[in-house]
């Protein structure tokens, strides 16, 4: 193979676009079904979906053994099988998640007292009821309630057999009320909250890497029948590495809507799933169900530098450095910039610094190079860098 030829193979390998997307490529990763004889620890396969049942899962929490083999085969199912796990009946105490619950209606209430029901900027207003940051609200405020629900021994399990020991919890509640429209599909953090140029700058490796580096899950906290909209799943299609880009497309959109599936779950049950799988919530259809589920994003303990660095401070020093140095290039200035300031815009707290016409909010880079083009005087640099500052603050 000529250089030429053998340099452009290994681009397109290497560096994915909306190109990479093929649908034939698409329907050979999800067109399958999913073999129970894969699955024998499995109380049933219900739309391509294992169900795993709470009473087995606590019975093998105490043997090594037993534990292992369950938590080895929920990896492979998330990693390379269906994408997709529910758990019947995860909590065995109800009363726990009814705890939570009306302490999380009591935050939805002074938070529509305080906003004026403000609800979600991933819907419309009054679709929706969100508390974010939910994990550290319920501490602070009912911790023996935490205590009780995050004692689970499902959420334990499934979050050390995805992500290993020390992994790093939030979440996040939230509510559908009746009328609530559908999500379109989509893949979730961390890639998924981006945009299609952004994760063309990463190669193709990340895109496989950043699956595993996050476990989605769900905790119903209502009875959710389907026609109270429970999330619409495309087992498989978290196998597809184009797919962060995939699913902004029509023809990949039309082919989930059209084979999609969805599963009711029960107050107290659990679905957890690979982060990569197309999925969106479903339509609330009914009258009275105010569909709540607490949606757990737990992430890698390794998601993290080696070094504490206030890059803050750094960003201040810098700034007025580049501002008269003609010299560099703005490419050059660029890449001082990244060396320097932070260039990813979570985590945040999302009650004050939600994402404004994008789907993530703007970060200390690109806040850095705004000021540059804008020729923000170095003191005006600072003001912005301390109010950004105290929006991530929880």
């Known amino acids: ?61 105490d043997d090594k053994s037993a534990r292992k083999a369950l938590m080895a085969e929920w990896v492979e199912a998330m990693l390379t099988g269906p994408g997709v796990v529910v758990f019947e009946k995860a909590f065995f105490d109800l009363s726990a998640v009814d705890a939570a619950t009306l ?26 009821d969100r508390v974010w940051n939910a994990l550290e609200k319920l501490c602070l405020g ?14 334990a399990m499934v979050a050390q057999a995805w992500l290993g020991a020390g992994y790093q919890v939030t979440s996040q509640l939230n509510v559908v009320n009746p009328g609530g429209e559908a999500q379109s599909a989509h893949r979730d953090y961390h890639m998924g909250f981006q945009s299609a140029e952004d994760i063309a700058a990463f190669p193709a490796h990340a895109h496989k890497l950043s699956p595993v580096l996050t476990l989605q899950g769900a905790v119903a906290h209502c009875e959710m029948p389907i026609e ?55 339509c ?32 201040k020093a810098l700034y007025p450095t580049l501002r008269g140095m003609n010299a560099l290039t703005a490419r050059e200035k660029a890449n001082a910039i990244a060396a320097c300031a932070e260039g990813y815009a979570f985590p945040t707290n999302l009650d004050r610094d939600p994402p404004i016409g994008g789907l993530a909010p703007p970060t200390q880079q690109q806040l850095m190079r705004q000021a540059l083009a804008e020729g923000w005087e170095p003191e005006a640099f600072a003001a912005a860098l301390d109010r950004h500052a105290l929006r991530r603050l929880t």
């Open 1 to 61: 193979m000529k250089a030429d030829a053998l340099a452009a193979q290994r681009s397109r390998r290497v560096w994915l676009t909306p190109e990479s997307c093929d649908l034939d490529e698409f329907l050979c990763a999800v067109d399958r079904r999913t073999d129970p004889a894969d699955y024998p620890l499995a109380s049933d396969i219900r739309a391509n979906v294992p169900i795993y049942h709470g009473d087995a899962i606590r019975a093998a929490a």
């Open 103 to 128: 302490i999380f209606q009591e935050i939805i209430d002074e938070q529509r007292r305080d906003r004026g029901g403000g609800g979600d900027h991933f819907a419309r207003p009054g679709a929706n």
């Open 228 to 282: 109270s909209g429970p999330t619409l799943y495309l087992p498989f299609s978290q196998n597809f590495v184009p797919g962060y880009f995939a699913w902004r497309r029509p023809e990949f959109i039309a082919y989930f809507d059209a084979h999609r599936v969805q599963l009711p779950l029960a107050k107290g049950d659990a679905v957890f799933f690979n982060p990569a799988l197309f999925h969106a919530a479903g």
């Open 142 to 155: 009912a911790s023996e309630v935490f205590a009780r629900y995050y004692a689970n021994e499902t959420i």
């Open 284 to 315: 609330n259809r009914t009258a009275d169900v105010r569909r709540m589920a607490n949606l757990l994003q737990i992430s890698s303990p390794y998601g993290r530098a080696m070094e504490s660095v206030d890059r803050a401070r750094m960003a």
